[in-house]
């Protein structure tokens, strides 16, 4: 069969949308500022209207990039990033949409993993942390009931697109089983489950749940006129960014691992059955028999965006050179044999509530570059420390790495070394879209199952193999690392009594 696919991939500040043939080749992207929007400290909001504007924006640029018509498009899917919380009134209109590097309710996590964190754990494979939606809605119902009271759904940030191509208000069950809003393995909502969150009176706004594959809407009008697809092109519901990127960077099978280095350090291994004693901190699930165990949190590039944004825009801008692109030079000019400072990318969370990100163990000789070869090992070792609590047997000894990381070959190798795996390399830099493009494929009936269709428009460009020297000396700066995250944690955890 000819014919294109378009996936949309919304992050945190950013929303693609990418043109793909049947082969997975990448035929046009563009991109749409969301604007992030923080009222109050820890708060980290965007408008929902303003998600579907630049969703919109993305495909009907997209299309115009690529010279072919909407008509041309079978199928159109979307990832977004999980958890978060996007609440709908019954009209459609958005009233509130809190994305996943919220912290407002660190303190109200705290208390309910403390409570039933070990439930919770048992039934959903989740544990709670602040940005967690049935955590955000618990919240919500404490300090804004009266928002609440004109709430329709609580849908997460991908349903928000959906709903802007077909108004339907639902969702699937990887974004809701990441979200540790269904009980496991059944997928399914589960009263018990719901109570243990303090949310049972809150069922009614919980979304009808999809596989992600399934075609659950077609582009209406009113959306064809904002796109430039054509009215009646079929929209599967979709899945969690996470599994998105995993699959466009070509994993999709259980016994295989992923790795994907963006605004957040995601750590996933495939399996087909559930851990008897899960370790992560979220479960999801591709399709019908994958399950996926998780490790993640937002301490991985975006810690280099914030280096950027702070210290180098202004002298790339002058100079004219790609501030990421000064980054790599700085970076290769650091000796690694040298003593290096320490980073902890918990600029935006850490391992305890309070954590903080910086350099330790700076002297007076270091240069920019030792600062910027710190903030790549220092990245690269908290997707280590994750990978020590979800595979601690050491079983996953080859991964795919997707995301900033893998655009660098200095930070990519750096990854290998630290982590002391073979890491295959994505052909695509917009995996989270690709992945997106394959569950409309699949949808469509192009292939019939994700594994059919990665196989086919998912591939590798190279692999990196740690390298035994350069692996010995990130073993030992690794132990360096946590002994100065250790004696820090002290610092960071507050005393009793105080908030």
């Known amino acids: 069969m000819t014919g294109y696919f378009i ?8 929303v693609k949308a990418a043109l793909f043939d049947a082969t997975g080749q990448m035929c046009a992207v563009a991109s749409r500022s969301s604007e992030t929007l923080q009222p109050e400290p820890g708060f980290v909001e965007r408008s929902p209207e303003g998600l579907w504007d630049a969703a919109s924006g993305a495909i009907r640029d997209c299309l115009a990039q690529s ?23 019954d009209a459609g ?74 108004g339907r208000m639902g969702s699937d069950i990887s974004d809701l089983a990441g979200a540790g809003l269904l009980a496991l393995p059944a997928l399914q909502y589960d009263d018990a489950l719901l109570r243990l969150y303090g949310i049972e009176t809150l069922r009614h706004l919980l979304p009808d749940p999809a596989q992600s594959d399934t075609v659950v ?44 280095a963006g605004s957040w350090s995601i750590n996933q291994v495939f399996t087909r059955k559930l ?45 004219g050179e790609d501030p990421f692109a000064l980054c790599n030079r700085l970076a290769a000019e650091a000796d690694p044999e040298r003593d290096l400072p320490v980073f902890h990318p918990f600029l935006y969370a850490g391992p305890v509530p309070g954590a903080r990100g910086g350099f330790s163990a700076m002297g007076a000789w270091h240069s920019r570059g030792d600062l910027v070869r710190a903030l790549y090992e220092g990245v690269a070792f908290g997707h280590r420390a994750h990978f020590e609590i979800l595979d601690p047997n050491r079983r996953f000894r080859t991964a795919t790495l997707s995301g900033g990381a ?94």
Request: aromatic share 6%.
């Open 217 to 260: 809407g077609h582009v209406s009008g009113t959306a064809a006129e904002a796109t430039g697809l054509a009215e009646g092109t079929p929209v599967v519901a979709g899945l969690f960014d996470v599994l998105a990127s995993t699959l466009g960077a070509g994993t999709s099978q259980a016994g295989e691992a992923s790795i994907v």
């Open 275 to 319: 851990p008897d004693h899960p370790r992560a901190l979220l479960a999801s699930v591709l399709g019908r028999d994958t399950w996926v165990s998780c490790e993640c949190s937002p301490t991985s590039a975006a810690n280099l965006e914030w280096f950027v944004q702070t210290f180098l825009k202004d002298e790339a801008q002058a100079t």
């Open 93 to 166: 209109r958005g009233l509130i949409g809190i994305q996943s590097m919220d912290n407002r309710a660190e303190a109200l996590a705290s208390q309910i993993a403390a409570a039933h964190g070990e439930d919770i754990l048992s039934r959903a494979q989740s544990r709670p942390w602040p940005a967690m939606t049935p955590v955000l809605l618990r919240w919500l119902l404490e300090n804004k009931p009266d928002l609440l009271a004109r709430a329709h759904r609580a849908v997460l940030c991908k349903d928000v697109i959906v709903h802007g191509l077909t």
């Open 7 to 14: 996936g949309v991939d919304a992050g945190n500040t950013m």
């Open 67 to 89: 010279g072919l018509s909407g008509a041309e498009v079978l199928a159109i899917g979307a990832a977004g990033h999980g958890n978060g919380l996007y609440l709908m009134d």
């Open 406 to 499: 893998a655009k660098s070959k200095l930070w990519a190798q750096i990854f290998a070394d630290a982590l002391g795996m073979t890491l295959r390399l994505s052909d695509c830099t917009e995996t989270g879209a690709r992945g997106a493009a394959i569950a409309a494929a699949v949808g469509a009936g192009v292939f019939e199952s994700f594994d059919a269709a990665t196989r086919v428009m998912a591939h590798h460009t190279s692999e990196i193999a740690p390298d035994p020297v350069a692996q010995a000396q990130l073993d030992d700066r690794y132990r360096r690392w946590c002994a100065y995250r250790d004696a820090l944690m002290a610092a960071w955890t507050p005393s009793k009594g105080h908030d």
